[in-house]
């Protein structure tokens, strides 16, 4: 907030609409606003200058007084913070995250309604949400009748933001995102990120001064837990893997080509994204001995209405990496084996990728699904498929790092390989970890015995 405000004359522009113009400037920074008549321009002018007499300060983000600011705010609704947030962040998020954002504000927002009030058509409510009102490419059209109709209740029934400062609205929310549309609870995991969502939509109301902290520090409530171990009855050992890829090979179509596909995801702990962005030229394959694969990014499904382009898939950088990170990854002499084959037998495609669907585009995650879930039930036992043995193609990757894990390798090398941080790989892998912890055990054991039994003998000669 600032004192420093500094007014102009009203100025007229000939033929414009709203031709009359006033203009002032607090701290040097300029304000307009037009109006059709000049008594409505004057009028303006009058009641701003008066603002500025009278001692209210002038706040520089907006240009306008404190008291006009404070009256803005009152009538903020959750609703048009949301709307607000989408607009802002839109051109610097990706497509998936613009997905995301959306979902979860869907949710969030028909609970944030005044007490006693709900929408006859939820689905219809919900619908015109995520797919206008956080949409921002939706924008340029205007939403069809049945929406329309939804969001003008919303907009009327929308809690101004003051009343999110109350903890029983605030729980209200939050117990929603726990809740699919039909009643039935939700993810644990889509519990929380829709809360990170709504959190972080809170803390820019936090920064705009509408509030002085955010609301949901301090409140007490219990987010749905989270199991994040790894649960090792998942998890194939490599004989099993062996069984499991041989059976890809086998299954026709486009089985033999993605049995190097999912070798990706063991040998080399891949995410399915970075599998799919795979590259020849980040391939060093030699004749004999170990390979070495250098990630750079990963391919993600965000949907044609999220980007900017109208494409289905983005190409990404590392997770939780910067754009030009790149991952280093050793791969044994048998997998170098078989992506060398895969390349003899397939080629590659004009980008240089590995991988391709029949039309030469990017490889699908439902076609790729398919595949598996019919590779498992033609080579597994019935008790293996009982137990949920790689029941899906992601269990590759926790038994690519459970082995390395099985086998010695140091855990921080294992997260470095796996594009992770040492404190996931220890969250996900504690099962595992133990293993780890009973091998160094006993290597330590060792090491004191043999240092007694030679100092021992020292003493004795001694």
Not at 106 to 121: C, D, H, K, N
Not at 250 to 260: C, D, K, N, V, Y
Not at 433 to 442: S, W
Request: include cysteine.
């Amino acid at each position: 907030m600032s004192y420093n405000v500094r007014f102009w004359e009203t100025r007229e522009r000939a033929g414009r609409r709203n031709a009359f113009q006033v203009r002032w400037a607090v701290d040097g920074r300029e304000r307009s606003e037009s109006f059709s008549t000049s008594g409505l321009a004057e009028s303006r002018r009058a009641k701003l200058m008066t603002a500025a007499r009278e001692g209210e300060p002038f706040d520089q983000e907006t240009g306008l007084p404190a008291s006009e600011l404070r009256a803005i705010k009152q009538r903020t609704t959750w609703y048009d913070l949301a709307h607000e947030y989408i607009d802002q962040r839109w051109d610097r998020t990706p497509g998936n995250t613009r997905r995301t954002l959306a979902d979860a504000f869907a949710t969030i927002t028909p609970a944030l309604v005044r007490p006693g009030v709900s929408y006859p058509e939820p689905r219809v409510l919900r619908r015109a949400l995520y797919s206008w009102a956080f949409n921002k490419n939706a924008w340029a059209r205007e939403p069809d009748e049945e929406w329309q109709k939804a969001l003008n209740w919303m907009k009327r029934n929308s809690l101004p933001l003051s009343a999110l400062a109350e903890a029983d609205v605030l729980r209200r929310a939050l117990d929603a995102l726990c809740r699919k549309l039909d009643g039935k609870p939700a993810a644990a995991k889509t519990a929380r990120r829709k809360r990170a969502a709504f959190s972080e939509a809170l803390n820019t109301a936090l920064e705009k001064g509408y509030f002085t902290e955010n609301p949901l520090k301090g409140l007490r409530w219990n987010p749905p837990g989270v199991n994040e171990e790894v649960d090792p009855a998942s998890v194939p050992n490599p004989a099993q893997v062996g069984r499991l890829l041989s059976s890809v090979a086998q299954q026709p179509g486009r089985g033999p080509h993605l049995e190097a596909f999912f070798g990706c995801m063991y040998y080399a702990a891949m995410r399915p994204a970075e599998v799919i962005h795979l590259r020849l030229e980040q391939c060093h394959l030699p004749e004999t001995g170990w390979g070495m694969l250098n990630l750079s990014g990963g391919v993600v499904i965000a949907g044609k209405d999220w980007t900017d382009d109208g494409a289905v898939h983005e190409v990404h950088s590392l997770k939780r990496r910067a754009a030009t990170a790149t991952r280093l990854v050793p791969i044994p002499p048998q997998f170098v084996r078989m992506l060398l084959a895969h390349i003899e037998r397939y080629g590659v495609t004009p980008d240089g990728r590995l991988f391709r669907n029949e039309a030469g585009n990017y490889v699908d995650a439902a076609a790729y699904g398919t595949t598996w879930s019919r590779a498992r039930d033609y080579v597994l036992t019935r008790t293996e498929l009982a137990a949920g043995l790689a029941k899906r193609p992601y269990d590759l990757r926790h038994a690519g790092i459970s082995f390395w894990l099985h086998s010695g390798v140091d855990p921080a090398e294992c997260a470095r390989r796996a594009g992770q941080s040492i404190e996931v790989l220890f969250r996900y892998y504690a099962k595992f970890l133990d293993g780890v912890r009973d091998h160094a055990n006993r290597l330590i054991e060792q090491s004191m015995q043999e240092w007694d039994r030679v100092s021992g003998g020292s003493a004795a000669a001694g």
